[in-house]
Protein backbone atom coordinates (compact mmCIF):
# COMPACT_ATOMS: atom_id res chain seq x y z
CA UNK A 1 0.00 0.00 0.00
CA UNK A 2 1.49 3.42 -0.75
CA UNK A 3 1.81 5.41 1.75
CA UNK A 4 2.62 8.94 -0.20
CA UNK A 5 -1.18 9.47 0.36
CA UNK A 6 -2.83 11.89 3.29
CA UNK A 7 -4.99 9.72 4.68
CA UNK A 8 -4.81 5.96 4.70
CA UNK A 9 -6.89 2.90 6.46
CA UNK A 10 -5.66 0.24 8.38
CA UNK A 11 -8.27 -1.90 9.27
CA UNK A 12 -8.35 -5.73 11.14
CA UNK A 13 -11.20 -7.45 11.93
CA UNK A 14 -11.45 -10.03 14.56
CA UNK A 15 -13.91 -12.51 15.34
CA UNK A 16 -15.02 -12.21 18.86
CA UNK A 17 -16.54 -15.29 21.08
CA UNK A 18 -16.92 -13.37 24.76
CA UNK A 19 -18.20 -10.34 25.71
CA UNK A 20 -15.81 -7.27 26.78
CA UNK A 21 -16.21 -3.74 28.15
CA UNK A 22 -13.80 -1.21 26.15
CA UNK A 23 -13.15 2.20 27.54
CA UNK A 24 -11.59 5.40 26.24
CA UNK A 25 -8.65 4.96 28.62
CA UNK A 26 -8.18 1.24 28.59
CA UNK A 27 -7.28 2.03 24.42
CA UNK A 28 -5.16 5.21 25.84
CA UNK A 29 -3.08 3.22 28.44
CA UNK A 30 -2.46 0.37 25.61
CA UNK A 31 -1.13 3.25 23.12
CA UNK A 32 1.23 4.66 25.85
CA UNK A 33 3.32 1.48 25.59
CA UNK A 34 4.54 2.64 21.99
CA UNK A 35 6.80 4.63 21.30
CA UNK A 36 7.76 6.72 18.29
CA UNK A 37 11.79 5.85 17.67
CA UNK A 38 14.26 8.06 18.41
CA UNK A 39 12.79 10.15 21.28
CA UNK A 40 11.86 7.79 24.00
CA UNK A 41 8.46 9.19 24.04
CA UNK A 42 5.18 7.63 23.65
CA UNK A 43 2.50 8.28 20.97
CA UNK A 44 0.04 9.95 23.87
CA UNK A 45 2.53 12.26 25.55
CA UNK A 46 3.78 13.33 22.20
CA UNK A 47 0.28 14.62 21.23
CA UNK A 48 -0.29 11.93 18.12
CA UNK A 49 -3.39 10.37 19.12
CA UNK A 50 -6.37 12.58 17.65
CA UNK A 51 -9.17 13.12 19.65
CA UNK A 52 -11.15 11.43 17.89
CA UNK A 53 -11.65 8.09 19.59
CA UNK A 54 -14.63 6.30 18.95
CA UNK A 55 -15.52 3.02 20.36
CA UNK A 56 -18.61 0.89 19.22
CA UNK A 57 -18.96 -2.90 21.14
CA UNK A 58 -15.36 -4.04 20.07
CA UNK A 59 -14.86 -1.98 17.60
CA UNK A 60 -12.12 1.07 17.92
CA UNK A 61 -11.10 3.47 15.47
CA UNK A 62 -9.08 6.67 15.93
CA UNK A 63 -6.72 8.69 13.79
CA UNK A 64 -2.84 8.93 14.42
CA UNK A 65 -0.97 12.51 13.52
CA UNK A 66 1.76 12.35 11.81
CA UNK A 67 3.88 15.09 10.57
CA UNK A 68 4.22 14.51 6.77
CA UNK A 69 2.29 11.58 5.00
CA UNK A 70 5.67 10.19 3.62
CA UNK A 71 7.00 10.16 7.32
CA UNK A 72 9.64 6.70 7.55
CA UNK A 73 7.66 5.46 10.64
CA UNK A 74 4.39 5.34 9.53
CA UNK A 75 3.39 2.07 8.49
CA UNK A 76 5.25 0.84 11.64
CA UNK A 77 3.72 3.26 14.17
CA UNK A 78 0.12 1.66 13.39
CA UNK A 79 1.10 -1.92 13.20
CA UNK A 80 2.75 -1.20 16.54
CA UNK A 81 -0.64 0.51 17.90
CA UNK A 82 -2.97 -2.09 16.83
CA UNK A 83 -0.40 -4.94 18.16
CA UNK A 84 -0.70 -2.67 21.66
CA UNK A 85 -4.20 -2.72 21.97
CA UNK A 86 -4.61 -6.88 21.16
CA UNK A 87 -1.38 -6.97 23.44
CA UNK A 88 -2.88 -5.12 26.64
CA UNK A 89 -6.66 -4.86 25.48
CA UNK A 90 -7.58 -8.16 23.79
CA UNK A 91 -6.72 -9.73 21.15
CA UNK A 92 -10.21 -9.69 19.88
CA UNK A 93 -10.57 -5.75 19.27
CA UNK A 94 -11.78 -5.00 16.19
CA UNK A 95 -8.99 -2.00 15.31
CA UNK A 96 -9.48 1.10 12.75
CA UNK A 97 -6.75 3.55 12.57
CA UNK A 98 -6.71 6.56 10.45
CA UNK A 99 -3.18 8.74 9.74
CA UNK A 100 -4.08 12.02 9.16
CA UNK A 101 -0.88 15.20 7.78
CA UNK A 102 -1.63 17.98 10.63
CA UNK A 103 1.00 20.09 8.32
CA UNK A 104 1.43 21.13 4.85
CA UNK A 105 3.98 18.95 3.25
CA UNK A 106 6.81 21.38 2.63
CA UNK A 107 9.90 20.94 0.29
CA UNK A 108 12.37 21.30 3.40
CA UNK A 109 15.55 23.67 3.12
CA UNK A 110 18.69 22.42 1.52
CA UNK A 111 16.24 19.75 -0.55
CA UNK A 112 16.42 19.85 -4.84
CA UNK A 113 14.77 23.40 -4.86
CA UNK A 114 17.16 25.14 -5.65
CA UNK A 115 17.44 26.73 -1.80
CA UNK A 116 20.96 27.18 -0.55
CA UNK A 117 21.94 24.03 2.13
CA UNK A 118 22.00 24.45 5.69
CA UNK A 119 24.71 22.52 6.38
CA UNK A 120 27.78 24.14 7.13
CA UNK A 121 28.30 23.01 10.49
CA UNK A 122 28.52 19.19 8.66
CA UNK A 123 31.86 20.55 7.52
CA UNK A 124 34.07 18.58 4.92
CA UNK A 125 31.38 15.78 3.14
CA UNK A 126 32.78 12.80 2.35
CA UNK A 127 30.82 10.21 0.80
CA UNK A 128 32.76 6.42 1.12
CA UNK A 129 31.41 4.40 -1.67
CA UNK A 130 32.07 1.25 -3.49
CA UNK A 131 30.89 -0.39 -7.10
CA UNK A 132 29.68 -3.65 -5.51
CA UNK A 133 29.05 -4.67 -1.81
CA UNK A 134 31.56 -7.42 0.19
CA UNK A 135 34.74 -5.50 -0.97
CA UNK A 136 34.43 -3.95 3.02
CA UNK A 137 33.55 -0.42 2.21
CA UNK A 138 31.88 0.29 5.45
CA UNK A 139 35.10 -1.35 7.33
CA UNK A 140 36.99 1.63 5.22
CA UNK A 141 34.16 3.98 6.67
CA UNK A 142 34.79 3.26 10.15
CA UNK A 143 37.76 3.18 10.14
CA UNK A 144 38.61 6.16 8.18
CA UNK A 145 36.06 8.26 11.00
CA UNK A 146 38.13 6.76 13.91
CA UNK A 147 41.46 7.56 12.23
CA UNK A 148 40.15 11.18 11.61
CA UNK A 149 39.00 11.42 15.53
CA UNK A 150 42.13 10.05 16.15
CA UNK A 151 44.16 13.16 14.37
CA UNK A 152 42.14 15.53 16.97
CA UNK A 153 39.38 16.46 14.44
CA UNK A 154 35.29 15.92 15.10
CA UNK A 155 33.94 14.04 12.92
CA UNK A 156 30.14 12.47 12.39
CA UNK A 157 29.44 8.96 10.87
CA UNK A 158 26.43 8.32 8.95
CA UNK A 159 25.27 4.84 8.05
CA UNK A 160 23.53 5.55 4.59
CA UNK A 161 22.68 1.72 3.60
CA UNK A 162 19.49 1.39 4.60
CA UNK A 163 18.50 -1.98 3.75
CA UNK A 164 21.84 -3.38 5.45
CA UNK A 165 23.17 -0.92 8.24
CA UNK A 166 25.95 -2.41 9.70
CA UNK A 167 27.62 0.32 11.52
CA UNK A 168 25.99 -0.15 15.06
CA UNK A 169 27.69 -3.81 15.27
CA UNK A 170 31.39 -2.17 14.08
CA UNK A 171 30.77 0.13 17.07
CA UNK A 172 29.48 -2.11 19.27
CA UNK A 173 26.29 -0.30 19.64
CA UNK A 174 23.37 -2.46 18.71
CA UNK A 175 20.77 -2.01 20.86
CA UNK A 176 21.60 1.51 21.53
CA UNK A 177 18.71 3.40 22.67
CA UNK A 178 19.01 7.06 20.33
CA UNK A 179 16.07 9.62 21.94
CA UNK A 180 15.37 13.19 20.73
CA UNK A 181 16.31 16.63 22.76
CA UNK A 182 14.80 20.38 22.39
CA UNK A 183 17.71 22.32 20.64
CA UNK A 184 16.66 25.67 20.38
CA UNK A 185 12.85 25.16 19.36
CA UNK A 186 13.25 21.72 17.72
CA UNK A 187 12.73 18.39 18.59
CA UNK A 188 16.38 16.73 17.15
CA UNK A 189 18.06 13.06 17.59
CA UNK A 190 21.03 12.90 19.51
CA UNK A 191 23.45 10.80 17.69
CA UNK A 192 25.06 7.76 19.83
CA UNK A 193 28.90 8.75 20.23
CA UNK A 194 31.91 6.34 20.40
CA UNK A 195 35.64 6.26 19.53
CA UNK A 196 35.37 10.35 19.14
CA UNK A 197 32.59 10.06 16.69
CA UNK A 198 29.15 10.47 16.29
CA UNK A 199 26.86 7.54 14.85
CA UNK A 200 23.61 7.63 13.48
CA UNK A 201 22.21 4.42 11.30
CA UNK A 202 18.74 3.49 10.72
CA UNK A 203 19.76 0.39 12.46
CA UNK A 204 19.20 1.90 15.65
CA UNK A 205 15.69 1.93 14.97
CA UNK A 206 14.69 -1.15 13.22
CA UNK A 207 14.93 -4.70 14.71
CA UNK A 208 18.22 -6.21 13.94
CA UNK A 209 16.65 -9.29 12.44
CA UNK A 210 13.91 -7.84 10.98
CA UNK A 211 14.53 -6.35 6.99
CA UNK A 212 13.82 -2.54 5.83
CA UNK A 213 10.57 -3.22 3.33
CA UNK A 214 10.44 -0.05 2.25
CA UNK A 215 10.23 1.63 -1.40
CA UNK A 216 12.88 3.93 -1.92
CA UNK A 217 10.87 7.11 -1.20
CA UNK A 218 10.75 5.79 2.65
CA UNK A 219 14.59 5.07 2.50
CA UNK A 220 15.14 7.96 1.07
CA UNK A 221 12.80 10.17 3.40
CA UNK A 222 14.24 8.03 6.56
CA UNK A 223 17.97 9.14 5.37
CA UNK A 224 16.76 12.78 5.05
CA UNK A 225 15.70 13.05 8.41
CA UNK A 226 18.72 11.16 10.10
CA UNK A 227 20.97 14.45 8.61
CA UNK A 228 19.07 17.21 8.66
CA UNK A 229 16.77 16.07 12.18
CA UNK A 230 19.88 15.29 14.41
CA UNK A 231 21.78 17.35 16.38
CA UNK A 232 25.36 17.03 14.83
CA UNK A 233 26.92 19.64 16.16
CA UNK A 234 29.49 21.73 14.38
CA UNK A 235 32.02 19.08 12.48
CA UNK A 236 35.22 18.93 10.60
CA UNK A 237 34.22 15.73 8.79
CA UNK A 238 30.85 14.14 8.37
CA UNK A 239 31.69 10.85 6.85
CA UNK A 240 28.90 9.04 4.67
CA UNK A 241 28.84 5.21 4.43
CA UNK A 242 27.02 5.05 1.21
CA UNK A 243 25.19 1.53 0.18
CA UNK A 244 27.27 -0.36 -2.71
CA UNK A 245 26.24 0.51 -6.36
CA UNK A 246 24.19 3.36 -7.39
CA UNK A 247 20.46 3.91 -6.23
CA UNK A 248 17.78 6.65 -5.09
CA UNK A 249 20.01 6.87 -1.88
CA UNK A 250 23.10 8.30 -3.66
CA UNK A 251 21.09 10.54 -5.67
CA UNK A 252 18.92 11.76 -2.10
CA UNK A 253 22.47 12.73 -0.54
CA UNK A 254 23.80 14.74 -3.76
CA UNK A 255 20.16 16.40 -3.54
CA UNK A 256 20.49 16.92 -0.35
CA UNK A 257 24.04 17.68 0.79
CA UNK A 258 27.32 19.38 -1.10
CA UNK A 259 29.49 16.35 -1.07
CA UNK A 260 32.59 18.02 -0.71
CA UNK A 261 34.39 14.67 -2.67
CA UNK A 262 34.15 10.99 -2.48
CA UNK A 263 36.43 8.10 -1.79
CA UNK A 264 36.10 4.49 -3.81
CA UNK A 265 36.69 1.39 -2.39
CA UNK A 266 37.69 -1.55 -4.29
CA UNK A 267 39.18 -4.82 -3.81
CA UNK A 268 41.86 -5.78 -6.78
CA UNK A 269 39.33 -7.60 -8.58
CA UNK A 270 38.36 -7.32 -12.16
CA UNK A 271 35.04 -8.07 -11.44
CA UNK A 272 34.97 -5.40 -8.79
CA UNK A 273 36.63 -2.85 -10.44
CA UNK A 274 34.28 -3.07 -13.76
CA UNK A 275 31.89 -1.47 -10.94
CA UNK A 276 34.39 0.69 -9.18
CA UNK A 277 34.88 2.28 -12.35
CA UNK A 278 30.84 3.04 -12.43
CA UNK A 279 31.14 4.25 -9.31
CA UNK A 280 33.86 6.88 -10.13
CA UNK A 281 31.83 7.94 -12.83
CA UNK A 282 28.87 8.30 -11.21
CA UNK A 283 30.25 11.00 -9.03
CA UNK A 284 31.99 12.85 -12.02
CA UNK A 285 29.60 12.92 -13.77
CA UNK A 286 28.76 16.57 -14.94
CA UNK A 287 24.96 16.70 -13.75
CA UNK A 288 26.36 15.22 -10.24
CA UNK A 289 30.38 16.99 -10.27
CA UNK A 290 31.74 15.25 -7.09
CA UNK A 291 34.96 15.41 -6.84
CA UNK A 292 36.82 11.97 -6.24
CA UNK A 293 39.60 12.21 -3.22
CA UNK A 294 40.95 8.91 -3.98
CA UNK A 295 41.04 5.06 -4.47
CA UNK A 296 41.07 2.63 -1.80
CA UNK A 297 42.59 -0.81 -2.75
CA UNK A 298 41.05 -3.03 0.52
CA UNK A 299 42.38 -6.35 0.58
CA UNK A 300 45.11 -6.05 -1.25
CA UNK A 301 46.72 -8.59 -0.34
CA UNK A 302 46.63 -11.79 2.45
CA UNK A 303 48.87 -11.42 5.24
CA UNK A 304 48.98 -14.58 7.68
CA UNK A 305 49.53 -13.79 11.09
CA UNK A 306 51.82 -16.47 11.34
CA UNK A 307 54.07 -15.03 8.34
CA UNK A 308 53.68 -11.20 8.85
CA UNK A 309 56.56 -10.82 6.04
CA UNK A 310 54.32 -13.02 3.27
CA UNK A 311 51.80 -11.83 1.18
CA UNK A 312 49.71 -13.53 -1.22
CA UNK A 313 47.61 -11.75 -3.54
CA UNK A 314 44.06 -13.68 -3.71
CA UNK A 315 42.01 -11.08 -5.37
CA UNK A 316 44.83 -9.93 -8.30
CA UNK A 317 47.58 -7.47 -7.28
CA UNK A 318 47.19 -3.49 -8.02
CA UNK A 319 44.37 -3.30 -9.84
CA UNK A 320 43.42 -0.39 -7.67
CA UNK A 321 46.83 0.75 -8.00
CA UNK A 322 46.47 0.45 -11.57
CA UNK A 323 42.81 2.03 -12.07
CA UNK A 324 44.13 4.92 -10.11
CA UNK A 325 47.21 5.61 -12.28
CA UNK A 326 44.21 5.10 -15.47
CA UNK A 327 41.87 7.61 -14.01
CA UNK A 328 44.63 10.42 -12.58
CA UNK A 329 43.17 10.02 -9.09
CA UNK A 330 44.95 9.66 -6.15
CA UNK A 331 45.32 6.07 -4.11
CA UNK A 332 44.88 6.62 -0.77
CA UNK A 333 45.28 3.52 0.75
CA UNK A 334 46.28 -0.38 0.30
CA UNK A 335 44.84 -2.27 3.04
CA UNK A 336 45.58 -5.44 3.92
CA UNK A 337 43.67 -8.60 4.61
CA UNK A 338 44.08 -9.90 8.15
CA UNK A 339 42.47 -11.78 10.31
CA UNK A 340 42.03 -9.06 12.91
CA UNK A 341 40.54 -6.57 10.54
CA UNK A 342 37.25 -8.97 10.92
CA UNK A 343 37.60 -9.64 13.99
CA UNK A 344 37.99 -6.57 15.35
CA UNK A 345 34.82 -5.65 12.97
CA UNK A 346 32.41 -8.19 14.42
CA UNK A 347 33.76 -7.27 18.51
CA UNK A 348 33.05 -3.42 17.23
CA UNK A 349 36.51 -2.33 18.38
CA UNK A 350 38.00 -0.53 14.92
CA UNK A 351 41.34 -1.58 13.44
CA UNK A 352 42.68 2.06 14.05
CA UNK A 353 42.08 1.80 17.70
CA UNK A 354 45.60 -0.06 17.45
CA UNK A 355 47.86 2.19 15.48
CA UNK A 356 50.63 -0.34 16.47
CA UNK A 357 49.51 -3.07 14.23
CA UNK A 358 50.03 -3.17 10.30
CA UNK A 359 46.32 -2.69 9.50
CA UNK A 360 45.73 0.04 12.22
CA UNK A 361 48.99 1.96 10.52
CA UNK A 362 47.32 1.78 7.12
CA UNK A 363 43.99 3.36 8.75
CA UNK A 364 45.50 5.96 10.09
CA UNK A 365 47.88 6.61 7.08
CA UNK A 366 44.79 6.70 5.22
CA UNK A 367 42.95 9.29 7.69
CA UNK A 368 45.99 11.52 7.72
CA UNK A 369 45.81 11.27 3.56
CA UNK A 370 42.00 11.95 3.38
CA UNK A 371 43.03 15.05 5.38
CA UNK A 372 45.57 15.76 2.56
CA UNK A 373 43.37 15.67 -0.47
CA UNK A 374 40.64 17.24 1.48
CA UNK A 375 42.67 20.35 2.19
CA UNK A 376 44.06 19.82 -1.63
CA UNK A 377 40.32 20.02 -3.21
CA UNK A 378 39.39 23.05 -1.14
CA UNK A 379 42.49 24.70 -2.10
CA UNK A 380 42.07 24.25 -6.11
CA UNK A 381 38.03 23.90 -6.59
CA UNK A 382 34.99 25.33 -5.52
CA UNK A 383 32.67 24.23 -2.93
CA UNK A 384 30.65 21.54 -4.51
CA UNK A 385 26.68 22.53 -5.41
CA UNK A 386 23.55 20.75 -4.18
CA UNK A 387 22.33 18.85 -7.30
CA UNK A 388 18.98 19.94 -8.69
CA UNK A 389 16.18 18.33 -10.29
CA UNK A 390 13.91 19.65 -13.15
Known amino acids: MCVNVALFIFHISFFTSRPLELYPQLIIDALK ?22 ISGLHVSFSLLFDKPTNPFLKSLVKAAEAAIHAYVAKDVDV ?3 TKTVTPVTVPEGSPSGQSTPYAHLGNIIAVSSGKGGVGKSTVAANLAVGLA ?27 RIYSEERDGKTLIIPAEKFGVKVLSIGFFVEPDTPTLWRGGMASNALKQL ?9 DYFILDTPPGTS ?29 RKGLNMYINEKVNVPILGLVENMAWFTPAELPENRYYLFGREGVKQLAEETGVPLLAQIPLVQSVCESGDAGTPATLDPASPVGNAFLQLAARVVTQTDKRNAELAATKVVKTH
Open 33 to 54: TVRYPGTGKNIVEMGMVEDDLR
Open 96 to 98: EIK
Open 150 to 176: RLGHRVGLLDCDIFGPSVPKMFQLEGE
Open 227 to 235: IGEADWGDL
Open 248 to 276: DIHLTLVQTLPVTGAIIVSTPQQVALADA
